[in-house]
């Protein structure tokens, strides 16, 4: 049975479907809510994997769950100057499934969408992990700190006003501002997104 811990506690196919039922619930949540009331802008899903190699690589496949957030009025077809004034907020996770790090992050998004569908997008906050701090034991790389930085960045395309795909890169580590090895998580994938 494939396991991973969460803050010291089991995680394993259980935990996965909570994540995937409280995807769910918000989806039918806002989706009942009035349109000028909505909590929330876009929720994605997807997976990811260790693009790191020798010690630092990753095992497993990293199913990925991402909440956005719209307090500041991002508008898609605005210009974009005012597209990039007007970041998101984001809320995620990152779960590992063969022992390797679970990241919950958040931060803010800046998305600049093109007239032909396709958009690019980037994002910077911070995480906490389940990973090694300093003591290398299977796989994985050393992290140094609970804490570290979050940003990453993807280019997609939107299908219709509601669906669309994005490619992108993930990196977590902490700038070498703690003591500590600092390894980093750098991870590569692919979201599907639902927007409300």
């Known amino acids: ?29 806002n989706e009942t809510a009035a349109a000028d009331a909505k909590i929330f802008d876009e929720l994605r899903f997807g997976a990811s994997g260790s693009i790191q190699s020798g010690y630092d690589h990753e095992n497993g496949v990293f199913p990925d769950v991402q909440v956005l957030f719209n307090p500041f009025g991002y508008n898609p077809t605005a210009g974009w100057k005012d597209q990039l004034t007007h970041p998101r907020i984001h809320l995620g996770t990152s779960v590992g499934t063969a022992g390797s790090a679970t990241q919950f992050y958040g931060g803010l998004s800046w998305t600049l969408t093109h007239s032909n569908g396709i958009f690019t997008e980037a994002g910077f906050g911070g995480t906490i992990h389940t990973g090694n701090l300093d003591d290398w034991t299977e796989h994985g790389p050393m992290l140094g700190c609970r804490l570290l930085f979050h940003e990453y960045a993807g280019v997609g395309y939107n299908f219709d006003s509601h669906w669309n795909m994005m490619a992108q890169i993930a990196h977590s580590s902490h700038a070498n501002i703690c003591d500590g090895p600092n390894g980093g998580m750098t991870r590569v994938g692919l979201m599907v997104g639902y927007k409300f």
Do not use: E
């Open 1 to 29: 049975m494939v396991t991973a811990s969460i803050l010291g506690r089991p995680f394993g196919k259980s935990g996965l479907a909570a994540i995937f039922v409280a995807t769910g619930f918000i989806f039918i949540a």
